[in-house]
Antibody, heavy 120, light 106 residues
Framework: QVTLKESGPGILQPSQTLSLTCSFSGFSLSTSGICVSWIRQPSGKGLEWLAT???????GYNPSLKNRLTISKDTSNNQAFLKITSVDTADTAIYYC????????????WGPGTMVTVSS | VQMTQSPSYLAASPGESVSISCKAS??????LAWYQEKPGKANKLLIHSGSTLQSGTPSRFSGSGSGTDFTLTIRSLESEDFAVYYCQQYNEYPPTFGSGTKLEIK
């Protein structure tokens, strides 16, 4: 059974760095073809793909945010991470991690999401 | 690639059939997925490759289309189907999503 769960700080101040953790089970990020992605949804807005990391450590970032994003993984502990630097109120959103399908850039399992609020 | 969903809101009664449209700003072949969002639950992949039902998706769901125009159809609505639906293209990088369609009980 594939499950994913996000965790984060809940609230942080503008200009800080947001650190998110995705803990998953039912698959391994050391298995060929497996990738984990981060996606977010600001309140009242649509979904936005942020970044993906794959089993061989390849990484992809949304060009609109690339300079601020860093994705990484801990294969031994079945975790993936995302850092976003210099946050502001526009980064307030629900952050999801999801497993990317092997055969295409869609997402076959999602976590429930974690709400992050950026506020002074 | 910009994805435009319509309508944004849709009200229907159990037993009815509904269709949701998703239009891409350029051709995406059949590289389109549909998801269901429900409060307190993880988003669920319903359909990929335009029309292929993901394992576990009820057969009352169907997807059609290719190129720029796609449709999600739900026949004989059940109470559990009232949710928000999103389309997503994965033909071009970065993957992008539609703005969602909220399906409400009439």
């Amino acid at each position: 059974q594939v499950t994913l769960k996000e965790s984060g700080p809940g609230i942080l101040q503008p200009s800080q760095t947001l650190s998110l953790t995705c803990s998953f089970s039912g698959f391994s990020l050391s298995t060929s073809g497996i990738c984990v992605s981060w996606i977010r949804q600001p309140s009242g807005k649509g979904l936005e793909w942020l970044a993906t990391i794959c089993w061989e450590d390849s990484k992809g970032y949304n060009p609109s945010l690339k300079n601020r994003l860093t994705i990484s993984k801990d294969t031994s502990n079945n975790q993936a991470f995302l850092k976003i630097t210099s946050v502001d109120t526009a980064d307030t959103a629900i952050y999801y991690c999801a497993r990317r399908a092997r055969i295409g850039w869609y997402f076959d399992f999602w976590g429930p999401g974690t709400m992050v609020t950026v506020s002074s | 690639v910009q994805m435009t969903q319509s309508p944004s809101y849709l009200a229907a009664s159990p037993g009815e059939s509904v269709s949701i449209s998703c239009k891409a700003s350029k051709s995406i072949s059949n590289n389109l997925a549909w998801y269901q969002e429900k409060p307190g639950k993880a988003n669920k992949l319903l359909i990929h490759s335009g029309s292929t039902l993901q394992s576990g998706t009820p057969s009352r769901f169907s997807g059609s289309g290719s190129g720029t125009d796609f449709t999600l159809t739900i026949r004989s609505l059940e109470s559990e189907d009232f949710a928000v639906y999103y389309c997503q293209q994965y033909n071009e990088y970065p993957p992008t999503f539609g703005s969602g369609t909220k399906l409400e009980i009439k």
